[in-house]
């Protein structure tokens, strides 16, 4: 069998440059969590550790059978080269 996963990640913001507050605030921090997780599953499969903290977002729950195993995964990210994105 076969599986497609289309996931729209959002966008990793800088909670201080954007202004957020309240709950798009909360929406942000939990946004940067997931990109953050997702980031250090990656480097665990790529080091090949023994644990892969899948479970440490929701989101890298729901994509471990398209991170790791047996899969064929694809990324395509939109950049933005402006400056004020640039660290």
């Known amino acids: 069998t076969s599986t497609v996963s289309l996931v729209d990640l959002a966008g990793s913001e800088r909670n201080k440059k954007t202004g957020a507050e309240g709950e798009r605030l909360k ?12 980031k250090n599953v990656i480097d665990a499969l790529v080091e ?3 644990v892969i903290p899948y479970r440490d977002s929701t989101l890298t729950w729901l994509l471990s059978d398209n991170l790791g195993g047996n899969s064929k995964t694809f ?7 402006h ?3 640039a660290e």
Do not use: F, W, Y
Request: aromatic residues 0%.
């Open 48 to 50: 090949q550790r023994q």
């Open 75 to 81: 990324m395509i990210a939109c950049v933005s080269p």
């Open 27 to 38: 929406e942000a921090v939990a946004i940067n969590k997931s990109l953050t997780t997702l």
């Open 83 to 85: 400056l004020d994105n």
